[in-house]
Structure formats: C-alpha cells, structure tokens
C-alpha cells in the first residue's frame, strides 16, 4: 500500500511559479513511478509528467514541456513538480498518483492522492 499526500498548491499570478509536493507512506514507494495529472472543473483528469522509479526517466505533456519539471528524492519519499511561467490555463486540481511504470494513462495508476489545487490568476 502506498498512500500520498499532495501539497504545495495555492493561487499565483500568471508567470509565477509554485513547487508542488507528493508525500508518500510506504517502504515500497521508491519502487514506484509517480505521475501528476490535473483536473479543471468540468473536464477529464488529464496527464502533466512523470517519472520512473529511479528518476532517470521523466515525461511531459507537450503543454508541460520546458516550463514545468518532476523530480524524486526516495530517500525522502516525496516527488515534486516545479511550475514556472505559469499560465490561466493551468488552474485545475493537481494529483499525485503512483503506478509500476512509467504511464501516461490514469488507468494505469492504482494509488492516489487527494489532490491541490492550482489557481493561476490572470
């Protein structure tokens, strides 16, 4: 079992920057990949980042792609997401989610957090 806690969300003015958090219980978690996604009110939970167990992989999402970037520290149990140049667009809720590879697709992931949220103002 792997449970995780997402922090770090808040309201930022467009071109700002926030580091999101991903805290994980569980001996296992450094076997795991972690991915964000992220929610906007009304639309599907959508693929941001991820990266593999060893954080020698990552991969983005063409609209994160050179403004956004995932990291782990196993030692800490915690993967991160650096936000900069953020845009309106990027408002949603942010989730964490570990899966046994690294995926893109939300079905792969079987454990989840409870999610941050994200406002970017304009």
């Known amino acids: 079992q792997v449970q995780l806690v997402e922090s770090g969300g808040g309201l930022v003015q467009a071109g700002g920057s926030l580091r999101l958090s991903c805290a994980a219980s569980g001996r296992t978690f450094s076997t795991y990949a972690v991915g964000w996604f992220r929610q906007a009110p009304g639309k599907e939970r959508d693929f941001v980042a991820a990266?593999?167990?060893?954080?020698?992989?990552?991969f983005y999402t063409d609209s994160a792609k050179g403004r956004f970037t995932i990291s782990r520290d196993n030692a800490k149990n915690t993967v991160y997401l650096q936000m900069n140049s953020l845009k309106p667009e990027d408002s949603a809720v942010y989730y964490c989610a570990a899966a046994g590879a690294l995926r893109t697709a939300t079905a792969a992931y079987s454990y989840w957090g409870q999610g941050t949220l994200v406002t970017v103002s304009s």
């Open positions: 990266i593999s167990w060893s954080g020698g992989s990552t």
